[in-house]
Structure formats: C-alpha cells, structure tokens
Nanobody, 121 residues
Framework: QLPLVESGGGMVQFGGSLRLSCAVSRFAMDHWAMGWFHQAPGKEREPIAC????????TYADSVQGRFTISRANPKRMVYLQMDNVQSGDTGLYYC??????????????WGQGTPVIVFS
C-alpha cells in the first residue's frame, strides 16, 4: 500500500464544489506538515495548500486563497482539500504530499499518485 493515497477527484461544474481526501499510512503524520499540489495540463506541479502538523496553521497559493480549504484529521490519518467555486484553471491532477517539517510552507519530498479533477462549464 502506498503511504499517500488520494481520492475524490472527478468532474465538477464551473463554480461548483469538490472534496479531495488523502489517506496516510506507514508514517506518523501527526509529526509533519501536509500539503496539496496541483498540476495543470502541460504544466509543472505547484504547491497550493499546506497545513501544519497540529492543524493550527495553513498557507495557500494566491490562486486558491479564499476558495480552497485544507484540513486534517490526525486520528483518522486523513488530509482533506475542500474545493469551492472551482474555476477552469483548477483542472488537473491533485497530489497529496508530506513535509519533512512541522510547519508551513513545508519541505515536501513524498507525494501520492494523484487524483484528477476536470472542471466543465
């Protein structure tokens, strides 16, 4: 089993909402910051959200600030990304990532396999 497994991707209408989930295994996630990355078609993977190890600090890319919310449930070993008011530019692959630091912006070296999101009008 991979240590980071994303789910919840799919097709979503412009302006709609979607919630991504990341199941964490094989390491103590409550010690580390976690993040979400976005890779648009033909572009490089970019960080979009980070949450500290205890969930008391978050950072967001300007492109998703005010629309996306990252959260975590350490006892359940889960990380989430709530996506609201999605835009065309949100189309792409979304990756969950683990940091080697406790706080954001994080230093990420481990990613899941990604889950696709397609925004349609």
């Amino acid at each position: 089993q991979l240590p980071l497994v994303e789910s919840g991707g799919g097709m979503v209408q412009f302006g709609g909402s979607l919630r991504l989930s990341c199941a964490v295994s094989r390491f103590a996630m409550d010690h580390w910051a976690m993040g979400w990355f976005h890779q648009a078609p033909g572009k490089e993977r970019e960080p979009i959200a980070c949450i500290s190890s205890l969930g008391d600090g978050t950072t967001y890319a300007d492109s998703v600030q005010g629309r996306f919310t990252i959260s975590r449930a350490n006892p359940k070993r889960m990380v989430y990304l709530q996506m609201d008011n999605v835009q065309s530019g949100d189309t792409g692959l979304y990756y969950c990532a683990a940091s080697s630091t406790t706080d954001c912006p994080g230093r990420f070296g481990s990613w899941g396999q990604g889950t696709p999101v397609i925004v349609f009008s």
